[in-house]
């Protein structure tokens, strides 16, 4: 994997590296794949297989700092991965956790990759709504209401199917 990171040509292999090991449970590579969150990478889908990986081997709640941590860091595609892990998996989250992560998702970014960073934002928005079928917090129902206005098709039909309690099949491989 070192050999990969820095190679920025080859993000493909990067991805589907991370993505094993968390579909694979690798509970050893947890710390190197907390490291490379911090890592600078061209291709910002790498962070959303951390984000997904990270979840998949902290599934017992323990990666609710990540989700923090990439919501201070502006890093739209580390909280998307997050979340795709989040919705896939069925996880509930604490409505604490969940206010902040909807407030973070409407608002706007402020540091200095914002502008590339923004495009991502509707991914945060998709994993969201895809996510929040059966969570009971107070501010659900009107972020999943917002969602429905979405230009994307995809944000909206995952937030019509959270608003029915359904999970819908997601392949995001």
């Given amino acids: 994997m070192h050999y990969e990171v820095q190679d920025s040509r080859t993000w493909k292999t990067q991805y589907q590296i991370i993505m094993a090991i968390g579909e694979c449970g690798c509970q050893a590579a947890l710390p190197t794949l907390e490291a490379l969150t911090q890592h600078i990478f061209e291709a910002p889908i790498v962070y959303l297989a951390l984000g997904d990986a990270i979840v998949r081997l902290q599934r017992d709640g323990a990666f609710t700092h990540l989700i923090t941590d990439a919501m201070h860091a502006e890093n739209n595609m580390l909280l998307a991965g997050a979340m795709r892990a989040v919705a896939m998996l069925h996880l509930r989250l604490d409505c604490t956790i969940v206010a902040s ?73």
């Fill in 101 to 173: 992560i909807i407030n973070y998702a409407t608002q706007g970014l402020t540091n200095d990759r914002a502008a590339i960073l923004f495009f991502y934002r509707e991914e945060v928005h998709l994993w969201l709504a895809a996510g929040a079928a059966r969570w009971d917090c107070p501010t659900v129902p009107a972020f999943l209401q917002w969602c429905l206005h979405s230009d994307r098709q995809d944000v909206q039909r995952a937030a019509r199917a959270s608003l029915q309690k359904t999970y819908l099949k997601w392949r995001p491989l």
